[in-house]
């Protein structure tokens, strides 16, 4: 059972409005991402930690923010939210185990 | 950069008709190339990890193999269950994060 929490699984929010996605993991990892996915296309990272208090910019550009306050919770928080932002984002955790990532349920945000 | 490229982006499959997918891939240095299964509206789910060119990995119907430029995922006598999209991954010896390809869907008909 996966031991990745995403909350909201769904979201529709009027443009402007600022919103959080939730991320927990009960697995200890000290590795956190989040991952953008549209329809059909690849994953795209946004932004990761690999500990408390750090925090980097992914390989595709996001108007989204991060913060790793505590190990166990990575939220990402838009300010502003616009129609371009509707995607489904995915949160995943992971150490340097052979499992690669375990990936939450992911959010699917739309944004009207 | 590290690249990932899968093919083919769909795949239809009567049940029972084995067939192979994809991934060629680009990496500084391989850590690992990992295999993901994605269902509709769920997060990826962990397949297998190989590490160095020659190695084999099996579960139930899948089995996955790896070379230094690609990777497949064989699929026996599939069956609809094992409908889903399909994602390979890859993560350098420098670095701790995994780039994904575009994934290839497989649907099986009963």
């Known amino acids: 059972e996966a031991d990745i929490y995403q909350t909201p699984r769904y979201l529709v929010i009027g443009t402007g409005k600022k919103i959080t996605l939730e991320c927990s993991q009960t697995?200890?990892?000290?590795?956190m991402y989040w991952y953008q996915q549209d329809p059909g296309m690849e994953l795209h990272l946004i932004h990761y930690?690999?500990?408390?208090?750090?925090?980097e910019k992914g390989d595709l550009s996001s108007e989204s923010t991060v913060s790793r306050i505590r190990t166990e919770h990575f939220p990402l928080t838009l300010e502003s939210a616009r129609p371009s932002h509707t995607s489904q984002y995915l949160c995943?955790?992971?150490?340097?185990?052979?499992?690669?990532?375990?990936f939450g349920s992911g959010t699917r945000l739309t944004v009207v | 950069e590290d690249q990932v490229t899968q093919s083919p982006e769909a795949l239809r499959l009567q049940e029972g008709e084995s067939s192979s997918l994809n991934c060629s891939y680009t990496v500084s240095g391989l850590r690992g190339l990992f295999w993901y299964r994605q269902d509709p509206g769920k997060g990826p789910e962990f397949l297998f990890t190989?590490?160095?060119a020659g190695e084999e990995k099996e579960k139930e119907r899948l089995k996955a193999t790896l070379t230094k430029k690609e990777s497949f995922l064989h699929i026996t006598a599939p069956k609809p269950e094992d409908s889903a999209t399909y994602l390979c991954?890859?993560?350098?010896?420098?670095?701790?994060?995994?780039?994904f390809g575009a994934g290839t869907t497989v649907t099986v008909r009963a």
């Open positions: 190989l590490y160095s």
């Open positions: 995943a955790s992971s150490d340097l185990g052979v499992y690669g990532y375990t």
């Open positions: 991954a890859v993560q350098a010896s420098h670095d701790y994060k995994l780039s």
């Open positions: 930690s690999y500990g408390v208090n750090s925090t």
């Open positions: 697995m200890g990892h000290d590795k």
